[in-house]
Every structure is written in C-alpha cells, then in structure tokens.
C-alpha cells in the first residue's frame, strides 16, 4: 500500500504528544564507548479522525517494531513496540524490552 505523499505534512499538523514517561540510560558498546540512548513510552495523539491518516500512522507504527528507528539498531538499539489503547485505557500488557 503506498503511502499518501502528504502524510509528514499530516503527521506535522495533527499528531501531537500527549504523554512522555522517558528516561535517558547509558551502555557500553563493545569497543568500550557509552552509548547515551532513551527507555520508556510516548504516547501520540491524532487530532482529526480522517481514516486515510489513521491507517497510515498505523502501518506505520506497526512496522516500527520489524524496521527499527534510529541508529544502533543492529545493537539492540532503536527498537519501538506499539501499545494499543482501548477507550483510553491500556489494552493487555505488552512486553517491553530494555534497550535504548
């Protein structure tokens, strides 16, 4: 399914971060250098209902868990997992992991 072309203008005008829980954390990598990277959950909002939006940022939020985001993914780095909601409420318990 392509994505529609205007889907970062969308994501700009009509995402917005409705909670933060974060907190940065420090590794060595195996040479030895610290590697400075961030563990927790983020919550997002769409303000707007429009289907075509909503079923992009979801591809897009599922595929996050199997692409990884950022840098050091082959590390164990950038891993991102969805956590669905029901009525505002978390759905079942997700595993999360430990990487930054």
Known sequence: MPLPPSLREAVEAQVAVSNVDLRSVVLPTKGGALQIGVVGSCGYTLVGRDRTWVASLDLLSRFAFYSGIG???TRGFG????RERLHGR???????AEHA
Do not use: E, F, I
């Open 71 to 73: 840098a050091g993914t």
């Open 90 to 96: 978390p759905a079942k318990k997700v595993q999360t």
């Open 79 to 82: 891993m991102s997992r969805l």
